[in-house]
């Protein structure tokens, strides 16, 4: 089976800050170069994440893609980190965690 990956991105108040946007932009960019067919799903003003996050996966298991990936929009990940799990070829369940920073002085 070929690797496609269904980015779902659930954003609770319709903003994904533009540090997320460059990111994701980046790595389907990446993801693409090495055939990897890639779809991004958001759901916006959703009332209840958790709600959400169920009609995102049950839209992935219904689409064609191989992977699911829950990205949320006031994240941002290094370049190359969703390559790295999603073409190890060892079968990886992984997850990839945002570190909140507090604003100097807050």
Not at 37 to 54: K, Q
Request: charged letters at 20%; hydrophobic letters at 45%; glycine letters at 10%.
């Amino acid at each position: 089976m070929k690797l496609s990956l269904y980015i779902a991105a659930p954003c609770l108040d319709g903003r994904p800050f533009s540090t997320h946007v460059s990111s994701v932009v980046s790595e389907v960019a990446a993801l693409e170069r090495f055939g990897v067919r890639c779809a991004y799903h958001s759901l916006v003003n959703f009332p209840m994440i958790g709600e959400g996050r169920n009609v995102m996966v049950r839209d992935f298991l219904a689409s064609p893609h191989s992977h699911l990936l829950f990205w949320d929009t006031d994240c941002a990940i290094s370049a190359g980190a969703v390559g790295q799990l999603l073409l190890s070829d060892k079968p990886v369940v992984g997850a990839i965690g945002c570190k909140k920073r507090e604003a100097v002085g807050g």
